[in-house]
């Protein structure tokens, strides 16, 4: 008995807001408030990515001096060098050479090096997205 009732309520006031004129201009001003609101979320979000992206870019340069400090300590670019010099003996030797290579390379600045660099290269997409946005509906 209790739903037929609800049921009841709900059909009255469906019928009632339909029938019912909406006020002048009240599709426009929520549209407005809608644009509004994404423009803010868009600055905001971009300015937070803004914040990454220095971040990442100030961290970047430190650990690239680093990583290519490692690069040449392990000896990777003898064997580069060495690849690049007499391709004759890489070709009959290739197993042992690109074994030595990955074996020279250094493991922990690399570790710190790529997700840095894809985590810089996120963020600015994102930034990019969200400057797009806010530009387009401002």
Request: net charge positive.
């Amino acid at each position: 008995m209790r739903i037929i009732k609800v049921m009841k309520q709900e059909t009255t006031l469906h019928s009632i807001l339909s029938t019912a004129p909406a006020p002048q201009g009240l599709y426009e001003a929520v549209l407005a408030k809608v644009a509004v609101a994404r423009i803010r979320a868009a600055r905001i979000r971009a300015g937070v990515f803004a914040v990454i992206t220095l971040v990442c870019i100030s961290a970047l340069v430190p650990v690239i001096e680093y990583t290519a400090d490692q690069l040449y300590k392990s000896g990777f670019y003898d064997y580069t060098s060495l690849i690049l010099s007499d391709r004759a003996d890489f070709v009959l030797y290739w197993r042992e050479f690109s074994l030595s290579i990955v074996e020279s390379l250094p493991s922990v600045a690399l570790l710190v090096l790529l997700p840095l660099a894809v985590a810089l290269l996120w963020s600015l997409s994102r930034l990019i997205k969200n400057i797009r946005t806010a530009v387009k509906f401002a």
